[in-house]
């Protein structure tokens, strides 16, 4: 019984195994690695992974996420720091440190807890993706049981609901159509296009970041449909698509509130605001084409951030000098660090925010409707 279980079970994984091509050395290891993860026992093919009394396979840890923590908190990318007041370098995700934090609301009289619309405190858990790794600290969401805009449920999150354990060959080792999680959960969409940068080295920074190709709206999706496109949602906004003449031209023109038109097209990128592009590239500095897009990571990365709901700047203060001053908390280094800048929203929105919102933040009027009314 156990055999006929652990052959079926086995036999696809290790064809996989040994077909992927996945960008680390670690990942694509094949059988030798298996150890690493799993608690194993001795049988006539060698040493195989153990199963407990119901099937589940037997891991170094309570569960998935607590084994790619035992590498990955504060090495091979150090997506947990130890310290949410000095996070370790930016490598794109976001850390998952800032979920550790007692209180990350900023704003003054605006935004707190999930969806907005009362005053703080907004508790670390609303950092970003709440992954269950009780060994590290690390509990499920206390407000949402499921996926907003979805139902993937908050207590089975953790990192392989995102990312495949045993490697495939997609960026970041990402879950493509079909494929399915430990838990059940199978994927719908493509995995999402993107190069990354090393995971040891320097921070992002304009000329090495993250470059995103294609399908990161719909990656998303696959747990949350299409998120602020509805009416259920506090704050309305087109999440997929090209940006238009106007877009185009604020994003390449702005360079800071001191500079809201002196900015170029060839150095307009910055990777606190990111745009979707078929031919971006991790050192690309160029700004908006016609063929760049909005998508769920220009405004959000994918961990958690120190900024509400895993957001790339805090929505909730009026100036980006005020982030982290309430609480305490770290404070997102600002792009454009003059004491005037804005929520980022201002990049794309120049247009029609250089007459407008210099008093509350943007999200405070545009919660409703469409792009907010
Ligand atoms: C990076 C860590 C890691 C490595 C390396 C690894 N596994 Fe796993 N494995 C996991 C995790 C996490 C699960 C899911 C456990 C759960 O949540 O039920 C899992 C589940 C399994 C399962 C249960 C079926 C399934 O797919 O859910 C089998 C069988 C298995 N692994 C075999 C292997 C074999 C054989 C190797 C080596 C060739 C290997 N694993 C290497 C982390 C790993
Ligand atoms: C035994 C240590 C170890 C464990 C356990 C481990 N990893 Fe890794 N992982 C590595 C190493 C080493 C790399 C390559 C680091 C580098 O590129 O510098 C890596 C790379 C990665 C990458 C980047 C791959 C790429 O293509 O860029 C991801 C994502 C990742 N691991 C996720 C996980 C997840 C999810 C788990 C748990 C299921 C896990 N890891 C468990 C050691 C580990
Ligand atoms: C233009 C920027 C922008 C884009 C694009 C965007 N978001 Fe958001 N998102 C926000 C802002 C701002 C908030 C906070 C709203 C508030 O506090 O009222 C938010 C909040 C959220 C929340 C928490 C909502 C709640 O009710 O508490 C979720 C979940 C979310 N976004 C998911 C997504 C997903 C998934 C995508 C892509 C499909 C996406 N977002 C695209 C700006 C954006
Ligand atoms: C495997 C399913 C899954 C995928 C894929 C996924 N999410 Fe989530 N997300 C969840 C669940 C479950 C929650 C609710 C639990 C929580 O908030 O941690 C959540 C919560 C959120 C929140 C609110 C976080 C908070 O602290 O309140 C945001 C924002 C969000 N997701 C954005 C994204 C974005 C952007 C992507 C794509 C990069 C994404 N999600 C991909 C499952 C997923
Ligand atoms: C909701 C989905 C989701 C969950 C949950 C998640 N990741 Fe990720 N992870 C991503 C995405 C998407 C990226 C690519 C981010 C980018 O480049 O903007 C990423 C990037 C990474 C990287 C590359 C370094 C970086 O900071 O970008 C590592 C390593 C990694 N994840 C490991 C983990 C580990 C370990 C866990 C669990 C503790 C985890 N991830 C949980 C979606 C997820
Ligand atoms: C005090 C409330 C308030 C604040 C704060 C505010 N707005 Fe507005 N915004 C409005 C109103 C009302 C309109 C519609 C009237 C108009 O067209 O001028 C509007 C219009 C807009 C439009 C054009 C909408 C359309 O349908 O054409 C954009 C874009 C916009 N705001 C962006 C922003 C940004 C970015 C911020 C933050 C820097 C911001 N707003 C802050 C109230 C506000
Ligand atoms: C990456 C660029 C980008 C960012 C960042 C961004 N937007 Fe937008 N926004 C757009 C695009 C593109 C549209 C759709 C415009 C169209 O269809 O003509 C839009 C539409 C809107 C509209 C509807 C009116 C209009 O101009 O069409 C409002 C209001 C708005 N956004 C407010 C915000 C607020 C508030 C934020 C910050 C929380 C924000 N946006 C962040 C690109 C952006």
Not at 29 to 45: L, Y
Not at 361 to 371: D, E, F, L
């Amino acid at each position: 019984m156990l055999h006929h279980r652990l052959a079926s079970r086995l036999l696809p994984l290790l064809a996989i195994l040994f077909s992927a091509a996945s960008a680390s050395a670690f990942h694509e290891g094949g059988v030798a690695s298996c150890k690493a993860c799993h608690i194993m026992h001795e049988s006539e093919d060698g040493a195989v992974p153990s199963f407990g009394p119901t099937g589940e396979a037997l891991l170094r840890g309570a569960n998935g996420s607590e084994v790619c923590l035992n590498c990955h908190a504060t090495d091979f990318g150090a997506v947990l720091g130890n310290d949410p007041l000095a996070p370790p370098p930016e490598r794109g995700g976001g850390n998952f440190t800032f979920l550790l934090e007692d209180d990350i609301y900023d704003g003054s009289g605006w935004g707190g807890g999930p969806g907005g619309g009362s005053s703080g405190p907004i508790v670390g858990a609303h950092a970003g993706h709440s992954v269950v790794a009780p060994g590290y600290g690390l509990y499920a969401d206390p407000d949402r049981s499921v996926a907003p805009g979805g139902s993937y449920p908050s207590s089975e999150l953790g990192c392989p609901s995102c990312h495949d354990p045993h490697g495939n060959q997609n960026y970041r080792m990402l879950y493509g159509q079909g494929q399915q999680t430990p838990d059940g959960f199978v994927y719908t969409t493509d995995a999402p296009d993107a190069e990354g940068i090393a995971l040891q080295g320097p921070a992002e920074n304009v000329s090495y970041h993250t470059a995103y190709q294609r399908g990161w709206t719909r990656w998303c999706g696959n747990c949350h449909g299409a998120f602020h496109t509805t009416t259920a949602q506090a704050f309305q906004h087109p999440v997929e698509g090209p940006m238009g003449t106007t877009k185009q031209d604020n994003y390449n023109l702005f360079n800071g509130e001191d500079d809201p038109t002196g900015g170029n097209y060839a150095t307009a990128y910055i990777p606190e605001l990111p745009l979707q592009d078929t031919g971006r590239t991790i050192d690309s500095t160029a700004g908006a084409t016609a063929t760049s897009e909005v998508s769920c990571m220009s405004c959000h990365r994918a961990h958690a951030t120190s900024a509400p709901y895993s957001l790339r700047w805090d929505p909730n203060v009026i100036y980006l000098k005020d982030d982290g001053v309430v609480s305490g908390s770290y404070a997102i280094p600002s792009p454009y660090p003059t004491t005037s800048q804005r929520a980022l929203c201002v990049k794309c929105h120049w247009d029609r925010a250089r007459n407008h919102g210099y008093n509350r933040p943007c999200v405070q009027c545009h919660a409703k409707g469409m792009g907010g009314m």
